[in-house]
T-cell receptor, first 111, second 114 residues
């Protein structure tokens, strides 16, 4: 069953604006990860945040995690056309099995 | 270059004709897994392997087999493919068991079963 649910399903903004995507999940986690996928291609890891962390930065990316609300957000600042992609959150429960992915947010950056 | 490779990248086949999708990683990772991606459903894990000769079912294992005879290779076998296995398949690897670290994904194999 799906663990993470991204919101919104699709987002279109102008180049230079900030993009925010949200992810909600149902059960306790060890960590939460965000991935990017360009159309039909493999997934690229963006950032991992552990359950005892509240915020993490990587370049233009900022991820927050609120375990009490079982939610996370991904902020992309100063967006570029190359940021156009689908973004997935994925949760890890801490066992031997793998990630549980949400359905993704499709982000379009208008030039 | 550190990478996960999959072959073939595209495959069109017919119902019932056995096929194998290969996956190989050159990063000496312990953990490997297979996912399928379908529109509106996201990615779902099919099988995973914690190490050589150790494999286990994911969320959607029906109709699939895997083997892990060598650390670097983790082929996905469809003994009798059916149209509902038409999907985009991804192999992934990770240094440690489970999802404690980032997963490295292959480029994907787009499979169509007629």
């Amino acid at each position: 069953s799906q663990q993470g649910e991204e919101d919104p399903q699709a987002l279109s903004i102008q180049e230079g604006e900030n993009a925010t995507m949200n992810c909600s999940y149902k059960t306790s986690i060890n960590n939460l990860q965000w991935y990017r996928q360009n159309s039909g291609r493999g997934l690229v890891h963006l950032i991992l945040i552990r359950s005892n962390e509240r915020e993490k930065h990587s370049g233009r990316l900022r991820v927050t995690l609120d375990t009490s609300k079982k939610s996370s957000s991904l902020l992309i600042t100063a967006s570029r056309a190359a940021d156009t992609a689908s973004y997935f959150c994925a949760t890890a429960g801490g066992g031997a099995d793998g990630l549980t992915f949400g359905k993704g947010t499709h982000l379009i950056i208008q030039p | 270059e550190a990478q996960v490779t999959q072959n073939p990248r595209y495959l069109i086949t017919v119902t019932g004709k056995k096929l194998t999708v290969t996956c190989s990683q050159n990063m000496n990772h312990e953990y490997m897994s297979w996912y399928r991606q379908d529109p509106g459903l996201g990615l779902r894990q099919i099988y995973y392997s914690m190490n050589v000769e150790v494999t286990d079912k994911g969320d959607v294992p029906e109709g699939y087999k895997v083997s892990r005879k060598e650390k670097r290779n983790f082929p996905l076998i469809l003994e009798s493919p059916s149209p509902n296995q038409t999907s985009l398949y991804f192999c992934a690897s990770s240094p440690l068991a489970g999802a404690y670290n980032e997963q490295f994904f292959g480029p994907g194999t787009r499979l169509t079963v007629l």
